[in-house]
Every structure is written in C-alpha cells, then in structure tokens.
C-alpha cells in the first residue's frame, strides 16, 4: 500500500533491522524501543489492523512472536515477555499496518503494563456479566 511505512519495509525502500522473514510474515527493531530489544512482527501484506487481518497471517504471526520470545529468553536472559497490540487511534494505534509487539522484560525495567491491565474499570453485578458474556459470545 502506498505511503505505508510497513510497506516500505516490506519492500525494502525504506531500511530495517530484520529478525526473520518467511513468506507470510517479517520481524524487525522498532525504531523507537521501549524496552531494550523491542520487536515488531508484521504481516508482509498490508492490513490495517486485526478486523482486517487474514486468519492465516495472524497464525503465523503469533507462532513467529513465540519463536522470537523464546530466543529473547536465551541470550537477552529476560525473565518475561509482553505481547501488545493496537487496534485503531482511539486504542492507540499510530502505524496503520497490523503489527504485534513484542517486549522482553526485566524486573525494575520502566513499563507500566502490568498496572493499567490491574486497573479496574467498573465493578459488576452477576447480571452485567451475564448481559456482556451474552453480547460477546461467538460461535
Ligand atoms: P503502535 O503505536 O501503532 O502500536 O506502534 C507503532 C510502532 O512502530 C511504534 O513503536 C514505532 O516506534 C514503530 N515505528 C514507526 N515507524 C517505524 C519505522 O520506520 N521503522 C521501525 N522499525 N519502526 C517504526
Ligand atoms: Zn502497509
């Protein structure tokens, strides 16, 4: 797609520093990490984001990030991994070709994640559990 920075990385007129490619999916450094080791995994074809995405390609994409963290675990010696992903401006999303985020963390490092994922939103009763299980539910 024209004037996707994603896209340009795919074809190659634009520079990264690459982890993997096969024929569905490529890794690279972000260019801004907000850990030491920030990887992006994305689909080598352009979807906006995960309402678009190819089932095939967000396999893949999944399997490429656990291979990755597997091997931050070996020689960046992290004790865990965060997988994040955003989906349109309001949930964050600034580059808009799918891509999965994968951040290798340290104790002390300075992401915040796991104390916004503890942030309640609102208490509910039995019943708005039920309505939302109800609205969610797919088949
Ligand atoms: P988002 O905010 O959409 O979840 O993440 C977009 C990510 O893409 C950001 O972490 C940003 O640093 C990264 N990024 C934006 N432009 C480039 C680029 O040209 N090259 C690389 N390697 N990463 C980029
Ligand atoms: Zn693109």
Request: hydrophobic share 45%.
């Amino acid at each position: 797609m024209d004037n996707c920075v994603f896209c340009k990385i795919v074809n190659k007129e634009i520079p990264s520093y690459k982890i993997y490619e096969d024929d569905l999916v490529l890794a690279f450094l972000d260019i801004n990490p907000v850990v030491s080791g920030h990887v992006l995994v994305i689909p080598k074809k352009h979807f906006e984001s995960i309402f678009e995405t190819e089932e095939e390609y967000l396999k893949r994409i999944v399997i490429v990030a656990r291979r990755i963290s597997i091997k931050m675990k070996e020689v960046l010696g992290v004790e865990g991994i965060n997988l994040y992903q955003a989906n349109g401006s309001v949930a964050g999303q600034t580059v808009f070709h799918f891509h999965l985020h994968v951040l290798p963390r340290r104790a002390g490092d300075s992401l915040d994640f796991v104390k916004w994922m503890g942030k309640i939103a609102k208490k509910l009763e039995k019943e708005e559990f039920e309505e939302m299980r109800d609205k969610l539910a797919i088949n």
